[in-house]
């Protein structure tokens, strides 16, 4: 079994900053692709960032030069770090692990998600 456990969520302003950050538990053997992904309501889940085993990363262009996602591969840890937030980015925010857990362990797993609301 393998979880994903997504914080930092919370209220920030417009133009604000905030991190999230998501730990990987239990069988991982190793993690190939660590991504975030977003939906607002009424909306459907889309792709904010991904980052690659290897440190390569891509971005929706909606966040490009704005949100920077980064691992941790010894602690199985993904970030995102937004910056200069904008009100129609307030929705919840998943992250998304590509996990080696071997037999019956291995598969794409998702965090519960946080909520992030940008307003004032």
């Known amino acids: 079994q393998v979880q994903l456990v997504e914080s930092g969520g919370g209220l920030v302003q417009p133009g604000g900053s905030l991190g999230l950050s998501c730990a990987a538990s239990g069988r991982i053997f190793s993690i190939n692709t660590m991504g975030w992904y977003r939906q607002a309501p009424g909306k459907q889940r889309e792709l904010v960032a991904v980052?690659?085993?290897?440190?390569?990363?891509n971005y929706a262009d909606s966040v490009k030069g704005r949100f920077t996602i980064s691992r941790d591969n010894a602690k199985n840890t993904v970030y995102l770090q937004m910056n200069s937030l904008k009100p129609e980015e307030t929705a919840v925010y998943y992250c998304?692990?590509?996990?080696?857990?071997?037999?019956?362990?291995?598969?794409?797993?998702w965090g519960q998600g946080t909520q992030v609301t940008v307003s004032s």
């Open positions: 980052i690659f085993s290897g440190g390569s990363t």
């Open positions: 998304n692990a590509d996990v080696d857990g071997g037999v019956n362990y291995s598969g794409s797993y």
